[in-house]
């Protein structure tokens, strides 16, 4: 007797996988398209612009902490910089992070605190003033700039979710979609990216959450919508487009510690005594010069920071 | 009526084209467009020409074996000279902008940094094949101890794919890629991999000879490259 087999499903009809890993944004684009064309037919109007990259942030205020150094130029700080979920050169996410959804965001609190749950990003930011701060950047490559950045502290948010008295550090989750961020469908990282501080690095008034750097809304390759800032620590500490914020009572993974321990610590404070293994540390090329300058000890914020790490060896252990 | 020599033709037209990426690096220099970190623009594209130009050097003798078209070696000095030419301004560049000829300190970063150790390595084993390329050192030699020195740049091409790859962060694709590429040309050149005409002279276009008998004696293999004045000669017994 013949059996008959039902075809498998023609080649036709398969859903390309870009296409599938896209479908949500699809069909939140057909509901906004359809919104717009009701609210267009309703008021006669057009639709409030989205918030963009590049739009100019009003009522910023001057922070005193601000280094008196020649700041990097605009085109170079958002043309070249790392973001390996656009890809790793460069150039990459200033040309693949254009088109990078940054609203509706959402941010999840979890972890060791009276107030978890996942909060649109406008609730998220709405109690908190922007002021700018401008920062030395150290990336550990051996490259660093000047950048104004506009945030606020992340102590003040830490306070807002009331950690318990078992949360000793915070994680923080960069947004895993491999539908906008093509540098995820490479496993060059465990993705998605995370990264971690100990609850008093976290606490310290040198260390905020921004939201945009000189004075606009940050670029989408920058970090939008809202990134951390560490400045006495390498830049890759500095985690972006952050959608998840979990308090820990256990070190939290951080994603270039797990992927080579032996070269970047959970720590990674700047640190011109301790070499990475392959590359020497003890300089650093500014951007817009040529020659090399001298790095310093927490990347010249050791005053303010240098007691967090009293009696650590910072160079063999907790480097 | 003489014909074309082929190769004589190609030769000034290929010194032209190697000088491009040189010449394009210079026009960035010029109107300010070597991008945000020009240093590094400078480190990457001379080390990266350097390297292809070694690759480029390394495939002529698979290509010869592959068409036929033995003459192609004549433009094998001049391409290996050119990889020379972009490893120099690749030193240069890290010996300037890197070090700015602080002889201590680079002697620090080549003896405690692998990817310095290898990549200068590299540089220094390059140093005596550029000087014995002319025609008057390979006389001085002999064509024997001229091939075996020169034999030297598998090894700076093996040390170079580790410079490259010691020196990224995580990303090792392209380093990995052309490690590949460097494999692929040397396996190209296994014995196995000839073909011996059975009782044939073969002559290429540069009249490079050869000649396979195979008798009682043995096979036997004598190649005469004009290039390198040299004549080898191969005796295999069964």
Redesign the interface.
């Known amino acids: 007797m013949l059996i008959r087999r039902p075809h498998d499903i023609p080649s036709r009809e398969i859903t390309e996988r870009p296409v599938y890993l896209r479908r949500r944004e699809f069909l939140s684009r057909s509901i906004d398209a359809g919104l717009t064309a009701a609210a267009l037919g309703a008021f006669g109007i057009l639709a409030p612009p989205r918030v963009m990259a590049g739009e100019k942030l009003s009522g910023v205020a001057k922070s005193a902490f601000a280094v008196k150094e020649e700041l990097t130029p605009y085109e170079s700080a958002t043309t070249y910089n790392n973001f390996y979920e656009f890809g790793t050169a460069k150039e990459d996410p200033s040309l693949y992070a254009q088109d990078f959804k940054t609203r509706p965001w959402s941010v999840t609190v979890e972890g060791e605190c009276a107030r978890p749950g996942t909060y649109t990003l406008e609730d998220f930011l709405k109690p908190h003033a922007l002021e700018e701060r401008v920062y030395r950047l150290r990336c550990v490559e051996g490259w660093s700039m000047v950048i104004p950045w506009v945030g606020f502290p992340l102590a003040d948010v830490i306070e807002r979710f009331e950690p318990t008295g078992n949360a000793r550090y915070v994680e923080f989750t960069t947004l895993l979609d491999p539908g906008q961020m093509p540098g995820q469908r490479r496993p060059v990282l465990d993705w998605p990216y995370v990264e971690g501080l100990r609850m008093d690095e976290a606490r310290h008034p040198l260390t905020i959450l921004a939201v945009g750097m000189y004075g606009e809304v940050l670029p989408n390759q920058n970090g939008a919508p809202l990134r951390l800032v560490v400045p006495w620590k390498y830049g890759f500490k500095s985690i972006k487009s952050i959608v998840k914020l979990r308090f820990t009572e256990e070190q939290p993974g951080s994603t270039w510690n797990r992927t080579a321990p032996d070269e970047y610590g959970f720590y990674s404070n700047v640190n011109p005594g301790r070499d990475h293994p392959r590359w020497s540390q003890a300089k650093e090329r500014r951007i817009g010069e040529f020659f090399k300058r001298p790095t310093l000890p927490f990347n010249g914020y050791a005053d303010q920071v240098a007691s967090l790490y009293a009696g650590m060896d910072l160079v063999n252990t907790y480097f | 009526m003489r014909r074309a020599d082929p190769v004589a033709v190609a030769k000034p037209l290929v010194f032209a084209a190697a000088l491009l990426p040189a010449a394009w690096l210079m026009y960035r220099a010029l109107i300010g467009h070597l991008?945000?970190?020009?240093?590094?623009t400078i480190e990457h594209h001379t080390g990266d020409w350097a390297l292809h130009f070694l690759l480029i050097t390394l495939a002529v003798t698979p290509l010869r074996r592959l068409t036929g078209h033995g003459s192609i070696v004549r433009l094998r000095r001049m391409l290996g000279l050119f990889c020379f030419f972009y490893a120099t301004l690749h030193f240069s560049a890290w010996l300037l902008?890197?070090h700015?000829f602080d002889v201590m300190e680079m002697a620090r970063?080549i003896g405690?940094?692998?990817?310095v150790t290898v990549g200068f390595s590299a540089f220094v084993l390059l140093m005596p094949l550029a000087l014995t390329s002319t025609n008057g050192m390979l006389k001085r030699l002999g064509g024997r101890r001229w091939k075996r020195l020169h034999s030297l740049v598998y090894v700076v091409g093996t040390l170079v794919i580790l410079h490259y790859l010691?020196?990224v962060?995580?990303?090792t694709?392209y380093p990995v890629l052309y490690g590949v590429i460097l494999v692929a040309l040397l396996a190209l050149r296994a014995p196995s991999l000839r073909r011996p005409r059975r009782d044939a002279t073969a002559r290429g276009g540069s009249g490079v000879a050869a000649q396979v008998t195979i008798g009682d004696q043995g096979t036997t293999a004598r190649v005469h490259d004009p290039i390198v004045r040299h004549t080898q000669q191969l005796r295999i017994r069964l």
């Open positions: 991008g945000v970190n020009p240093v590094e902008f890197d700015f970063d405690k940094r692998p990817y010691w020196l962060k995580k990303d694709y």
